[in-house]
């Protein structure tokens, strides 16, 4: 019976298995990005705990997006377990970084799986994904403008808590 569901699917098998590895790297991602939220909410810093709590609950759409494509187009989604997570950060600026690599890592991923489409014509698949190429794109912007301030504002005392305040601009030129 799998091997027959198998064959009814609209995307490819191949693209299926790495759409559900996807699944799963979109929940670490809005894992460790609650883990940071957190960091940043007992360091006082809730401009930028807010701004990771988002990036947390877009990172589970991204994954529930996937997740109802394979089911829709007659795949088997799986949910994903998520290991443990890193929760010790030394500094926002650290966050930061931490979170434009994981985002990077992300786009290579996602990357890696159009590749794929195109090697065997699943072009109903490849479409779909170009909706994650740009949103991938904006992440990784947001991350880097975010390091950016860093540079100009410094990292320490006054210089850290009007950073913090500037996060939400951020936020807010990525969502509009």
Known sequence: MKDLVRQKLSIHVDIMDLLNKQIEKEAVSSSAYLAMASWCDHNALSY?????YDQAEEEREHMMKLFRYINDNGGNAFSPEVGSVNHEFNSLEEIFETALDQEIEITKSIHNIVGKCRKVSDFTTDHFLQWFIEEQMEEEQMMRRALELFDLMGTDGLGLKL??????????KHVE
């Open 48 to 52: 930028s705990a807010e701004f990771f």
């Open 163 to 172: 950073l913090d305040e500037r996060i939400p601009q951020i936020r807010k």
